[in-house]
């Protein structure tokens, strides 16, 4: 007891970070039962008892399962060094957030400032920005393999488990905020919600407001003036790597290229790709104005996220618990939502300072077209039947 609490405490103030840590562990002269304690003492102290991610023993980033058997193991082997001691540290959990948002972005803003606090009587939150904990795209599955607790989730990434979530996803059918949330809190959603829950372990806390995405160009508005899906033709729009969004890419009338969001700006910067699409605010955050010359107000989807919380883990809850997760969630995406709508109200001119051309093309090309290239299409052929017209329904 008295060499664990020692050696423990004396490696808990020297090493800040897990990475100190392992580089700690491994240039001390250390008997491997012995690091193999401080590991199961590493992982209960990040994972806590909760699948996440970890990192190995010298700091590297590792994927660990960290199942309840596990974890009640590594408990018991704290246990016998520790001389039966219940450890201190096990008292609260860890959520783990994977996200490719940047940690300015207002979705990560929102759960760092709402969330957080809220839950932070019981639970730890830990975010990894920048598709840092795991790439864009992985994260739904990070959750269902039991090593991630939380992720920013798009309908488009839903849509590659379950294709009929593509109807979310699709060109000019959510029309605003306010249509979003009351799409996501209707009993259309049920359906989707609890395949989502029973096949992929993928509980949807909440919805998450992202914004009316835009056509952003390198072109200026004198090489490329976009008034219609035919001014794209060729154009080498950067959409995120998902069929949904490669299909919508299309039926603006582009070429996509499907391609990470952390990548986007150096592919700008280059020319790799001739532009990508976003809502103002992620053009702003990501500084994509430094490298692009127009936006065109297409406003081909009113884009949102779903807050996703591994099933798992919240059966792992109490009833409490379960409650204040939630209602953390519903603040987090409530308070979100005010200030990126109040962020794409605002940052036009602020855009335009920076040399960036904003108009509005025509609209009803746009849309006509868009719709048209979804009417008969496979995509359109998972929808179950009814959905749209009810969507539609709930709109303004
Ligand atoms: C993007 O890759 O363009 C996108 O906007 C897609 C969204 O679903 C979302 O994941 C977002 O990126 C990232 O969070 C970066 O803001």
Do not use: C
Not at 39 to 50: E, S, V
Not at 357 to 365: K, N, Q, S, V
Request: no cysteine; charged share 20%; proline share 4%.
């Amino acid at each position: 007891r008295v060499l664990f609490r020692s050696v423990g405490s004396k490696y808990l103030s020297e090493t800040r970070t897990t990475h100190q840590f392992g580089k700690f562990l491994r240039d001390e002269k250390i008997s491997d039962s012995f690091k193999n304690i401080l590991q199961k003492w590493l992982n209960h102290r990040y994972l806590n008892l909760a699948p996440a991610i970890g990192v190995d023993f010298y700091g590297r980033k590792l994927m660990i399962k960290m199942t309840r058997r596990a974890a009640i193991v590594s408990a018991a082997a704290l246990s016998l060094v520790a001389g039966a001691a219940t450890p201190a540290f096990a008292d609260k959990l860890t959520f783990t957030l994977a996200t490719s948002g940047s940690e300015t972005d207002q979705r990560s803003v929102a759960m760092a400032e709402v969330f957080a606090p809220m839950v932070a009587d019981f639970a730890d939150y830990q975010p990894g920005y920048n598709g840092t904990l795991f790439a864009q795209g992985t994260e739904l599955e990070a959750i269902s393999r039991g090593n991630l607790t939380m992720s920013i989730a798009s309908a488009q990434e839903m849509a590659q488990f379950f294709p009929e979530f593509s109807i979310f996803a699709t060109g000019y059918v959510h029309q605003d905020a306010a249509h979003q949330v009351r799409v996501f809190n209707d009993p259309l959603m049920d359906a989707f919600k609890a395949k989502a829950e029973e096949e992929l372990g993928v509980k949807l806390l909440s919805v998450m407001y992202l914004g009316r995405r835009h056509v952003n160009l390198r072109q200026t508005r004198d090489e490329l003036n976009v008034q219609t899906p035919a001014d794209l033709a060729g154009v080498n729009l950067r959409m995120p790597g998902t069929d949904s969004w490669q299909f919508l890419g299309k039926a603006l009338g582009a070429a996509p290229t499907p391609m990470a969001f952390t990548e986007v700006y150096t592919a700008l910067s280059t020319g790799a790709v001739d532009g990508q699409d976003n809502p103002l605010p992620t053009v702003v955050d990501a500084k994509f104005y430094e490298v692009t010359k127009q936006i065109a107000l297409t406003s081909h989807l009113v884009d949102l996220n779903y807050i996703a919380f591994s099933k798992e883990v919240w059966d792992g809850l109490s009833a409490d618990q379960q409650l204040t997760v939630q209602r953390a969630a519903d603040a987090a995406a409530a308070y979100g939502r005010l200030k990126q709508l109040d962020k794409e109200n605002n940052l036009a001119d602020f855009i335009r300072s920076q040399g960036v051309e904003i108009y509005t093309p025509d609209l009803e090309a746009f849309r006509t077209h868009v719709q048209a290239q979804y009417v008969g299409s496979e995509v359109a052929a998972t929808w179950p039947e009814g959905v749209l017209e009810q969507i539609n329904a709930l709109g303004n």
